[in-house]
């Protein structure tokens, strides 16, 4: 059984389709959402991961004065659980190197489209369906992939399309990707699961 932690910052739904998963989908008795932490500390994902008495922690990064301060906190959290994937699920913040040191090749994101275009530096939320609707693309989709010191760069793991409709706005289209992402996320957790 392999322990996964989750990094959140909002609303945490794709926390919830990796905990779905864990519990009763596919990667039933091959995973379990060990801890979630959290850098705000009105992220509805904490509730969602109290319901399931999964441990659920929000560190204030305003509490640290530097960055490799506050991520020695997550690491010894994740560490102290024992976690072997980190799964970022709308965490907002680059992740700093100290991180990605102590938890090397183990930590992937998701991102809501086709990268590696509409990633990087301000791509994230409403931004990155925005732009996929003003570019007149016909299709975006959902990547996850392993995470690196550049936003959205990391090899790529598994990616789902959805297609993009005429009139589309990027509330709809935000939705219709949201979908697919609780799908995607616990298939990517579970094709690296099965590499080994
Ligand atoms: C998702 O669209 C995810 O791709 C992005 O942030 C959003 C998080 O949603 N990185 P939620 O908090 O999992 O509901």
């Given amino acids: 059984m392999k322990n996964i932690g989750v990094l959140i910052s909002g609303g ?15 990667l039933k008795g091959l995973a379990r959402v060990a801890v979630v932490v959290s850098n705000r500390a009105d ?4 509730e ?16 640290f004065n530097a960055n490799s301060a506050y991520c020695s906190m997550i690491s010894g959290e994740l560490r102290k659980h024992k976690v072997d994937i980190v799964c970022l699920a709308g965490y907002m913040s680059l ?7 102590d938890f090397k090749n183990k930590i992937i994101n998701i991102h809501p489209a086709l990268l590696p275009k509409y990633g990087g530096k ?9 732009a996929v609707i003003a570019a007149g693309e016909s ?19 598994l990616q789902r399309k ?33 590499q080994g």
């Avoid at 945490?12 to 596919?26: R, V, Y």
């Fill in 12 to 26: 945490g739904s794709n926390l919830q389709a990796i905990i779905d998963a864990c519990e009763s989908g596919i």
């Fill in 43 to 46: 992220a509805y994902g904490l």
């Fill in 48 to 63: 969602r991961a109290e319901k399931h008495k999964i441990p659920a922690f929000f560190f204030n990064p305003r509490d």
């Fill in 95 to 101: 992740i700093d190197p100290c991180l990605l040191n």
């Fill in 122 to 130: 301000g791509m994230y939320g409403h931004h990155v369906h925005k």
């Fill in 139 to 157: 299709e975006s989709g959902v990547t996850v992939h392993w995470v690196n010191e550049v936003y959205d760069s990391g090899e790529i793991i």
């Fill in 162 to 194: 959805v297609p993009v409709l005429i009139n589309d706005t990027p509330e709809e289209l935000a939705a219709r990707v949201l979908a697919v992402e609780h799908i995607a996320y616990p298939e990517a957790i579970l094709k690296i699961l099965k």
